[in-house]
């Protein structure tokens, strides 16, 4: 029986937890046309924040607006707690923040945290969003990873660890995912093989 790429360790297309480029282009283009309510804004907002930071889940429902520092540089960067309660910070383009920050005016409110829950007649006060609602939101989506699993928050993190990678090297990536070692970023972001063939395909023709 021949084995599978996975069965021997070969990422044929970079890590197999990405979500596709294709279906994000698409996904964005469908959250921008469509921004009818304050569900929409939030939404167009939070794909960008994913793709902006790839942050865990944990530190995208606690982003607020108290952590947020703006450099002399006029950046935004913000602070956050990383995995094993470490304090970590990251670099935020300031078109991001105005998405958020248009998602509270346009709607009406003013609130701390960067994303919050909706409003009904039961329950009229917002509040932090949960990691189980992150979770829900991207499921309805309808993303899926190059593995074929349903998208999910950490397949943002891994991405934007992809996309660092292959544009500006694995030490970038590293520090934009707070990891503490670039072993971790390796392990997930280098691809175990190299075709020759393709990469000099051209090299020594006439």
Same mark, same amino acid.
């Given at each position: 029986? %021949?084995?599978?790429?996975?069965?021997? &360790? +070969?990422?044929? +297309?970079g890590?197999?937890?990405c979500?596709?480029?294709s =279906?994000?282009?698409?996904?964005?283009?469908k959250?921008?046309?469509?921004?009818?309510?304050?569900?929409?804004?939030?939404?167009? =907002?939070?794909?960008?924040?994913?793709l902006?930071?790839?942050?865990?889940?944990?530190?995208?429902?606690n982003?607020?607006?108290?952590?947020?520092?703006?450099?002399? %540089?006029?950046?935004?960067?913000?602070?956050?707690? =990383?995995? &094993? &309660?470490?304090?970590?910070y990251?670099?935020?383009?300031?078109?991001?923040?105005?998405?958020?920050?248009?998602?509270?005016?346009?709607?009406?409110? =003013?609130?701390?945290?960067f994303? +919050?829950?909706?409003?009904?007649?039961?329950?009229?006060?917002?509040?932090?969003?949960?990691t189980?609602?992150?979770?829900?939101?991207?499921? $309805?989506w309808?993303?899926?990873?190059?593995?074929?699993?349903?998208?999910?928050?950490?397949?943002f993190?891994?991405?934007? &660890? %992809?996309?660092?990678?292959?544009v500006?090297?694995?030490?970038?990536?590293?520090?934009?995912?707070g990891h503490?070692?670039?072993?971790?970023?390796?392990?997930?972001? $280098?691809?175990?093989? +190299?075709?020759?063939s393709?990469?000099?395909?051209?090299?020594?023709?006439?």
């Amino acid at each position: 029986k %021949q084995k599978t790429a996975y069965e021997i &360790g +070969v990422r044929l +297309v970079g890590s197999e937890m990405c979500i596709r480029d294709s =279906a994000i282009i698409k996904l964005r283009k469908k959250l921008n046309g469509n921004l009818h309510n304050e569900k929409d804004l939030r939404n167009r =907002a939070l794909l960008e924040f994913l793709l902006a930071t790839g942050l865990r889940a944990d530190a995208v429902v606690n982003a607020r607006f108290s952590s947020l520092v703006k450099t002399p %540089q006029k950046e935004f960067v913000l602070e956050y707690i =990383a995995k &094993g &309660g470490k304090t970590k910070y990251i670099a935020i383009e300031k078109q991001v923040i105005k998405l958020i920050e248009d998602y509270h005016r346009l709607c009406g409110f =003013a609130h701390d945290y960067f994303f +919050v829950t909706l409003t009904t007649n039961a329950n009229p006060d917002r509040h932090p969003m949960t990691t189980r609602a992150l979770q829900g939101i991207i499921e $309805i989506w309808g993303l899926k990873t190059l593995r074929g699993k349903s998208g999910h928050p950490h397949a943002f993190r891994h991405t934007v &660890g %992809q996309a660092l990678t292959d544009v500006q090297g694995v030490g970038t990536a590293q520090v934009a995912l707070g990891h503490e070692n670039i072993q971790t970023t390796e392990r997930f972001y $280098i691809n175990r093989f +190299v075709n020759p063939s393709k990469i000099l395909k051209d090299k020594w023709k006439n």
